[in-house]
């Protein structure tokens, strides 16, 4: 038996006209509210007193300055029974939720700038929702339990089928069979009183783009919607106050769109309500298959609440050969956002115009063939380690040296494209002249309740990457440990594909930022993280110290979007 409590708040951000995050689009702008968006948070008590704290929010993701301020928040409150490795920050990866709370720059741009009153309303919401869960402690069943989508259940689709297809350790599918590249299987946390289900957790992997860039509303999508079908219900039974997170798992390639022949035909008959009808009827499907598993087969949760966390600089991770195929010396590096990244993905998100992204391909070609050109020169040591790393990645933004196409960012015109004309007015304020782009130092998080192992992973990992990790960190533990894992957690780093699946080059690969052993770094930090988890608490010795460095407040402020900004913005004329 444990402790547990929850609650959900509200997040109270108005909609007045600045871009969502997600898709990255200068005009998918939010102009009124839909759904609410909430904070949804658990607090777990093991009998021993140590606490374990989940929190999901309706965002597109966790950044650095919500997790920190978050922190800083329960500290203050709780002192010194707040333990920051025990708490998991999730988000729902809603692409109708407020951008601009980050304090590095990049995805911050299509807001534009960054946002301070949205930042503080999701770290007041996140608050509020612990502090009240943890107010709400009673004794508690928990219970495990797993459903499965059969497989004409039309709830996701592999979006990146030509990459996952050269994974050698995969079944081959068709565009035929695109439902079945994935996993299929949601994983359940159930919360029980009086032998009553009361609340849960969710972690099943599709992106929450049931609605597209073209609507103009907050909105929670299909993970939102399964939440609040499940709540309704459980108060229709009984159940006071209830929770239901419905989190994300390997949602990397995975897509809530059909995928496969005529798919933009198909995908183009959903427009305006009837992409809100849409959402409701995935996330019909997420509720009703998680209500399913947990009233009808589910197995007692039993043992000690345990973490570790470990921020890791991902610009220089050096691969053991057992997880490089036997290669010596292959690293991660400095983090590049390829061709594919500006393309952006089929059905769900097209981004730039072929014909630019065909000019920006031959461009990139042409700046890495006339910097390897010379190998005397003072940088060719610099850029062959950049491309040994990056591998066939055609590089369009060099986040570390701030390069689009070789030349300092503020050099490429900005007038056929607003965002870049923001970046460039950025650039020319003095606004990031020594912030980073993204995020590089990175919090990779193990949790374990009783026999369930969680791993949170911070970015978006795909179906192949996940079960691989899934299965290095299975390696080091128990074999009664149920191994599951988060995406999406406490912080935002871009994708990881697997090595293969990055040769593809796919919208995914080339989101994958510190290159193409990006997935290898993950399988070798992890497998050190479940080994401390191993260890006695006393005993354990791993970094817990690093932490990202702290953004100058006056670049910030710089970037800070104020009314005027806003009001400019909303009219285009940047």
């Not at 658990?42 to 965002?59: G, M, P």
């Not at 004409?152 to 996952?164: E, G, L, M």
């Not at 409701?280 to 043992?303: C, D, M």
């Not at 609440?305 to 490089?324: K, M, N």
Request: net charge neutral; aromatic share 8%; hydrophobic share 35%.
């Amino acid at each position: 038996m444990y402790m547990v409590g929850w609650d959900k708040q509200e997040i109270e951000i108005q909609a007045q006209g600045y871009a969502m995050f997600g898709y990255g689009m200068w005009t998918h702008r939010a102009e009124e509210k839909r759904t609410a968006l909430f904070a949804r948070s658990f607090s777990i008590c093991d009998q021993s007193n140590q606490r374990l704290i989940f929190c999901c929010i309706d965002f597109g993701c966790i950044t650095h300055a919500i997790r920190s301020g978050a922190v800083a928040q329960l500290t203050k409150k709780l002192g010194l029974s707040f333990q920051e490795n025990q708490f998991v920050l999730m988000a729902t990866h809603t692409h109708s939720g407020p951008g601009g709370c980050g304090h590095e720059a990049l995805y911050n741009m299509p807001t534009p700038g960054f946002v301070p009153e949205h930042l503080d309303a999701v770290i007041q919401a996140i608050l509020i929702s612990i502090l009240n869960a943890i107010e709400s402690e009673q004794d508690t069943e928990i219970r495990s339990s797993t459903g499965c989508f059969h497989d004409d259940i039309p709830v996701a689709w592999n979006r990146s089928i030509k990459a996952y297809n050269r994974n050698s350790d995969v079944q081959h599918r068709t565009d035929k069979e695109t439902h079945l590249a994935l996993n299929r299987e949601m994983q359940l946390i159930g919360f029980y009183r009086q032998n009553q289900l009361q609340s849960l957790i969710s972690l099943f992997g599709v992106h929450a783009t049931c609605l597209g860039n073209t609507l103009k509303a907050h909105d929670g999508d299909n993970k939102g919607y399964a939440a609040m079908f499940v709540e309704q219900t459980l108060l229709q039974k009984g159940s006071h106050n209830p929770v239901a997170i419905f989190a994300q798992a390997t949602a990397g390639d995975v897509s809530p769109h059909f995928h496969g022949e005529h798919q933009q035909e198909i995908r183009n008959k959903i427009k305006g309500e009837k992409e809100y009808q849409y959402a409701q009827k995935n996330g019909h499907y997420q509720s009703e298959i998680a209500l399913t598993a947990l009233t009808q087969k589910s197995f007692p949760v039993q043992g000690a609440v345990s973490a570790v966390l470990s921020y890791v600089d991902l610009t220089d991770v050096e691969i053991p050969p057992e997880f490089t195929q036997g290669l010596l010396g292959m690293r991660t590096s400095q983090p590049c956002h390829g061709v594919p990244f500006f393309a952006g993905t089929p059905v769900d998100g097209h981004g730039t115009p072929k014909l630019v992204t065909a000019s920006m391909a031959m461009l990139s070609k042409m700046v890495r063939k006339k910097r390897m050109s010379n190998s005397t020169s003072a940088d060719y040591a610099k850029y062959k380690a950049l491309y040994d790393s990056q591998g066939v990645k055609n590089i369009v933004i060099e986040v570390g040296g701030k390069k689009l196409l070789g030349q300092s960012i503020d050099v490429v015109p900005g007038i056929f494209d607003p965002v870049i004309a923001e970046m460039n007015r950025q650039v020319k304020a003095g606004a990031i002249q020594d912030s980073p782009l993204v995020p590089q130092i990175m919090p990779l998080q193990i949790v374990r309740l009783g026999n369930i192992t969680l791993i949170c992973c911070p970015g978006e990992i795909t179906t192949v990457a996940g079960q691989r990790l899934i299965q290095t960190v299975k390696a080091q533990l128990s074999a009664k440990d149920l191994v599951w894992l988060a995406s999406y957690c406490n912080d935002y780093m871009g994708y990881i594909t697997t090595f293969e699946e990055y040769q593809e080059q796919a919208y995914e690969g080339g989101h994958t930022l510190f290159g193409q052993w990006t997935h290898a770094a993950f399988q070798t930090e992890y497998q050190q993280l479940a080994q401390q988890l191993n260890l006695p608490k006393e005993q354990r010795n791993y970094d817990q110290s690093t932490r990202p460095p702290i953004i100058p407040i006056h670049e910030l402020a710089k970037r800070t979007n104020h009314g005027s900004l806003k009001t400019a913005a909303s009219k285009g004329e940047f």
